[in-house]
């Protein structure tokens, strides 16, 4: 698996892990409402929960919106998303609009959009650090290790539910960059975790492996 290869990959997986630990985590309504979209779980009687037009009409632009996304049409689907005013679907198709502009290679926007979210007064403090974390993803890609760490470094502390992504964040740029000691010492912390979630273990340890050879050059 070539180092490019192996980024994607990690990109695609956080974005399920993420969303499952903040079901895990934080049971609130807001969240459950986010995750309820994401999923694609809604059914009849999830639209009978919705009497209001309003209601109706933002959580139909906003599927519409995901599969312009889903389809490969970033620019029609940022459009829709734009559209959807809605305080619950509203926020998360910002993060959607995100995600969007990220893969279509439009980092800085995306990342703007990202701090947007996680400056939004009365935003649920879940998805404003969730919000972070995607960003601290985007940058990893461009960002120097010290200035990522100037980013998500507070969430890699005991007990902290984001500090395996944040450890990952800082380990991937750390790759990047060339920094292949401290690289390898975020693998280590995250390989050392009990409760480190099993498919970024998973990952960690296939960046351990090549990592261990280049350790030992000069």
Known sequence: MS????????DEEVRQEQFKKLWDRY?????????????GVAGFKGWQYWQVNQSETAALTFFEAAKLAEAGKPGDALKQFETVSHPGYGLLAKFRQAGVLAADGKTEEAVKL??????????NAALRDLARIRAGYVLSETLKPDELTARVGGFDQAGNPWRHAAREIIGIAAWRAGDHKLAQTTMAAILSDAETPAALRQRAQTIS?????LMSKP
């Open 27 to 39: 049971g609130n309504a807001v969240v459950a409402l986010c995750l309820v979209v994401v999923a």
């Open 209 to 213: 492996q090549l990592l261990t050879p």
């Open 3 to 10: 180092d490019e290869s192996l980024f994607r990959e990690v």
């Open 114 to 123: 990202y701090d947007a979210i996680a400056a939004r007064p009365g935003a």
